[in-house]
């Protein structure tokens, strides 16, 4: 379950953050990003990642990975 950040931490990241966070480099996370394969919510265009979907996208992840191996 995901923590509420603290009062003087961000609830979003940048896409090079969020990338990196996936192992990607900042172009493939703005390719990503792009594709609709992280989410973002978008101020003009400005583009930031909510800490929230990263956690989810790791979480499912790895549960799928989980899931194979027992399979």
């Not at 009062?7 to 979003?12: P, Q």
């Not at 900042?26 to 800490?51: H, S, T, W």
């Not at 956690?55 to 799928?64: D, G, K, P, V």
Request: hydrophobic share 45%.
């Amino acid at each position: 379950m995901a923590e509420k950040p603290k009062a003087n931490e961000s609830a979003v990241l940048t896409v090079p953050e969020a990338g990196a966070k996936l192992g990607l480099t900042r172009n493939a996370a703005y390719q990503a990003a792009a594709r609709g394969e992280i989410p973002v919510i978008r101020f003009g265009k400005l583009m930031r990642v909510p800490k929230v979907a990263i956690e989810r996208m790791l979480t499912e992840a790895s549960t799928q990975q989980r899931s194979k191996a027992v399979a």
